[in-house]
């Protein structure tokens, strides 16, 4: 097989594992079915893997450049928001976030995987604080790792229940609290009635 078709092979296998798996989970569909969907034998595999667990690990590494694009375009923080706690998000996991459709099977996942896995968190981190607006004193990890967590877990709790007037009121509610919060909202009006509370007290 020549090196340049080798290569697109290799990217088409990827790709179909990258959605595949995001769709399904990593244990939902094996290696025969995702080298049938991406066109090739599965006699070929070895060809291109070791093993199952570097499929894995390389597919993970694929769909995260999805997440890298999207977190790209997202110039504020409340628009990135907005667009991650969406219903479409939340009924095309194939196509969003990896962090949220391989939450579940991340706890069980290789110690490979795990490291790829969390090598994105750790930069998600980043990308959520540097959204964060600049306030004294501000813990901005800290905010960050809330952002991520309640993210996660919305995109995964709306999924999960059965009644959707429940999961879009997760989606819609998770992410205006999420808004207010980051933007300084609910923490500056909570941070001054505190303030007004003691000079009252100390006044009277």
């Not at 790792?145 to 009644?163: E, K, M, Q, T």
């Amino acid at each position: 097989m020549p090196k340049k078709t080798k290569t697109h092979t290799h990217a088409r296998i990827l790709k179909v594992a990258a959605r595949r798996f995001r769709e399904l989970g990593l244990d939902g569909i094996g290696v025969a079915d995702v080298m049938k969907q991406a066109g090739v034998t599965v006699g070929a595999f070895y060809k291109h893997f070791k093993s199952r667990d570097e499929l894995v690990v390389e597919a993970l590494g694929t769909a995260f450049k999805d997440l890298d694009a999207w977190e790209e375009h997202g110039e504020t923080l409340p628009q990135v928001l907005e667009n991650y706690l969406t219903e479409a998000h939340r009924d095309n996991p194939g196509t969003g976030c990896a962090m949220g459709a391989l939450l579940g099977d991340m706890s069980h996942a290789s110690k490979s995987a795990k490291t790829v896995y969390t090598a994105r968190v750790k930069r998600s981190l980043v990308f959520y604080a540097g959204l964060l607006p600049s306030e004294e004193n501000a813990d901005k990890r800290g905010r960050a790792l809330l952002i991520l967590s309640g993210l996660l877990g919305a995109i995964n709790l709306s999924r999960a229940v059965s009644d959707p007037i429940l999961s879009r009121e997760i989606l819609d509610q998770v992410r205006q609290q999420l808004v207010d919060l980051t933007a300084g909202n609910a923490l500056s009006k909570l941070g001054a009635g505190l303030k007004q509370q003691e000079l009252n007290q100390s006044t009277s």
